[in-house]
């Protein structure tokens, strides 16, 4: 976990790796360019709206890093999915249509605090931008210094996980370990052909011949469908929100039995709200990601007319959806159409 812009934080957790495929380069036609402040700027103030702008324009190359790869096993495919019929949750369609079929749905539970993005993995892929900043330490390609390689083909986009120096779990970036992964903890995972799973590292998942990205982030919030919070928690349990309050701004990302995934974003709330409401849609396994006031954001999106069209999807997020029409500060996972 990290904290808001100004705050230290660290984590009393800790967390596990995630694994992120790279997208093949798209050209990219009728950018405007786009200037993205610091985390703390804003990108426009809160709002239910969605926002509407033009791509930004490439920027400079950095040097790819890579060095040895794990062995292979095979990634399932997976069949077109829809979002989990659950008494009081009302999902909405929203973002781009891929091959025909509603990739993103979005609802909210908990009274409106925790708004929900449903992904459906069989028409898109998942790859991790990593920030300017976090992780810390870790490779960038010319790819990732590059909008048009995925801006293009964004459907949705979320936050990543906290500072690694929190001491919360791993990085594994393009064949390369970054920092040990750390097992039982939680992680997710983004494979060379787009897949992303949610799961306790060594457990439910490890290294192999197509692992690209593992990000950790503290221990599984949800396991085998139950939330793993307590009554015993206290308020820096996941990680020290606001300088040791315990509601913040929260996000994270489960991963249902038929392999769909949900991302929360919780508007100050506490974890163990986030876990009952990933309970609540289905969630098996499910990792916290950042928190505090403008760290956590999640983004659908629509292509029109060589503009893209973004909506949050909590009407109170920090951050307009064209935050993530460039490199950022901290890392976040882009979902893409195949």
Request: proline share 7%; aromatic share 8%.
């Amino acid at each position: 976990m990290t904290a808001a812009p100004g705050q230290g934080l660290r984590a009393t957790v800790a967390a596990r790796p995630v694994l992120v495929a790279r997208p093949a380069v798209v050209a990219l036609s009728a950018f405007c360019a786009f200037v993205l402040g610091a985390c703390s700027a804003g990108s426009g103030g809160p709002s239910g709206a969605p926002a509407a702008s033009s791509p930004p324009a490439t920027h400079a190359a950095s040097k790819a890093s890579a060095t040895k790869s794990p062995s292979a096993s095979p990634t399932p495919t997976v069949a077109h999915l829809s979002p989990p019929a659950v008494p009081g949750v009302t999902w909405r369609a929203a973002g781009t249509v891929v091959n025909g079929v509603t990739a993103t749905y979005i609802a909210s539970t908990a009274g409106g605090s925790v708004g929900l993005l449903w992904i459906d993995p069989s028409v898109v892929s998942f790859r991790l931008i990593p920030g300017f900043r976090v992780p810390e330490g870790g490779p960038a390609t010319a790819a990732d210094n590059t909008p048009s390689t995925w801006v293009p083909r964004m459907v949705a986009a979320f936050n990543g996980g906290f500072l690694l120096k929190d001491g919360v779990g791993g990085y594994y970036a393009d064949h390369r370990m970054v920092r040990p992964l750390v097992s039982n903890l939680a992680a997710f995972e983004i494979t060379a052909d787009g897949r992303l799973a949610v799961g306790a590292w060594g457990r439910d998942l490890q290294l192999t011949s197509k692992t690209v990205v593992v990000r950790q982030n503290l221990r599984l919030l949800v396991d085998h469908g139950r939330s793993q919070t307590s009554t015993s928690d206290g308020p820096r349990t996941w990680g020290i929100a606001n300088g040791g309050l315990w509601t913040a701004n929260r996000s994270a990302l489960g991963q249902l039995a038929d392999g769909s995934l949900v991302f929360a974003y919780g508007h100050e709330t506490r974890a163990a709200t986030m876990a009952a409401a990933l309970v609540q849609v289905g969630a098996q396994r499910a990792i916290a990601l950042d928190m505090n006031k403008s760290w956590p954001g999640g983004f659908v999106y629509r292509h029109t007319a060589g503009a893209i069209v973004g909506q949050r999807v909590h009407p109170l997020q920090y951050h307009s959806p064209s935050v993530y029409y460039t490199r950022y500060t901290k890392d976040f996972v882009a979902v893409l159409r195949r």
